[in-house]
């Protein structure tokens, strides 16, 4: 399995970006699938899920500004962040559950991709 992230970058307060994460060779009929981030000297903390059946879940830091989607003709997961904040500043990871449905996904037992980074000045 392959997770392959993109659409980070540097940004202002109150802008917009989306990220993307194509996944490879991911044969779960039912999954979960979810976006991570990590700022410095921070924890890895859960930011958005999203299953099989397209139920999602967001954190309480981001909801209202984050969405979660997934495109499965183009095995890509995406997450439109708007209204950013110089506290959304970390590394975003993509994650893919081991586990089958189980949603939202724990920092453990995961698929990971490389991580791409968003950084938000005030």
């Known amino acids: 399995v392959q997770l392959v992230e993109s659409g980070g970058g540097s940004v202002q307060g109150g802008a917009s970006l989306r990220l993307s994460c194509t996944v490879f060779?991911?044969?779960?009929?039912?999954?979960?699938m979810g976006w991570f981030r990590q700022a410095p000297g921070g924890g890895r903390e859960g930011v958005a899920h999203?299953?099989?059946?397209?139920?999602?879940v967001y954190a309480d830091s981001v909801k209202g500004r984050f969405t979660i989607s997934q495109d499965n003709a183009k095995n890509t997961l995406y997450l439109q962040m708007n209204s950013l904040k110089p506290e959304d500043t970390a590394m975003y990871y993509c994650?893919?559950?081991?586990?089958?449905?189980?949603?939202?996904?724990?920092?453990?037992?995961?698929?990971w991709g490389q991580g791409t980074q968003v950084t938000v000045s005030s």
């Open positions: 994650a893919a559950g081991r586990s089958g449905g189980y949603c939202p996904l724990t920092r453990d037992n995961n698929y």
């Open positions: 060779g991911y044969t779960y009929m039912h999954y979960c």
């Open positions: 999203i299953d099989s059946d397209g139920r999602t």
